[in-house]
């Protein structure tokens, strides 16, 4: 079976400083890695995607993530925070190489960047 | 393109009653997915549904049903609400013959049980 974990229930970081959310998975076979961001009463925005290749993805709105098949982790990174940036991100894996297209969320974490 | 809509926004239902909640899909996708996302957590799968038939299963009761059209837009079904299904309610579609697209959600529909 699939899981995702977001350790952190919220980041905070200053506007103009790096900013990381972490996820980890756990998946039986190749995984399919998304983030996507929720902001206060909307649907979710995807941002980005590891299918297969570069281990550096580039998304939406300057965001990136590094997939680490060693550390199955998929950490969400921004080299510069914008306050616009502030909310709720989640990351997702679905099992690759099938039909099936169920994701699997983790808790999501709340990202505050102060001005 | 007007991407995933969802109707209603809003819902509040008291237990027992029944709900229904539709969803079109993004134009050239044919795959439904709905979700549940609780207050405070992240979304979990009810199932999904492709060419008219549902064709995966998340850990939810039989209470839970859905349909999906021809045109491909699809309800969800809730009987016998419980308090406890008070959460907002996402659609997500794809198209099915690129399994490793991502899906795009619709804003929601947000259900109170009182």
């Known amino acids: 079976a699939q899981s995702v974990a977001q350790p952190e229930d919220q980041v905070n970081v200053a506007e103009g400083n790096p900013l990381t959310v972490k996820c980890t998975y756990s998946v039986s076979g190749n995984p399919y890695l998304f983030w996507y961001v929720q902001y206060p009463n909307r649907g979710l925005q995807f941002l980005l995607k590891y299918i297969t290749g570069d281990n550096l993805v580039k998304g939406s709105y300057g965001f990136e993530a590094e997939f680490n098949k060693s550390q199955t982790s998929f950490h969400l990174k921004k080299p510069s925070a914008l306050v616009s940036d502030s909310a709720l991100y989640f990351c997702?894996?679905?099992?690759?190489?099938?039909?099936?297209?169920?994701?699997?969320f983790g808790t999501g974490t709340r990202l505050l960047v102060s001005p | 393109d007007a991407g995933v809509t969802q109707s209603p926004t809003h819902l509040i239902k008291t237990r027992g009653q029944q709900v229904t909640l539709r969803c079109s899909p993004k134009?050239?996708?044919?795959?439904v997915s709905w979700y549940q996302q609780a207050l405070g957590q992240g979304p979990q799968f009810i199932f999904q549904y492709y060419e008219e038939e549902e064709r995966q299963r998340g850990n939810f009761p039989d209470r839970f049903s859905g349909h999906q059209f021809p045109n491909y837009s699809s309800e969800l079904n809730v009987n016998a609400l419980l308090l406890g299904d008070s959460a907002l309610y996402l659609c997500a579609s794809s198209p099915y013959a690129s399994s490793y697209n991502e899906q795009f959600f619709g804003p929601g529909t947000r259900l109170t049980v009182l």
């Open positions: 134009s050239g996708h044919d795959t």
């Open positions: 997702a894996v679905r099992l690759a190489d099938t039909g099936f297209q169920k994701l699997v």
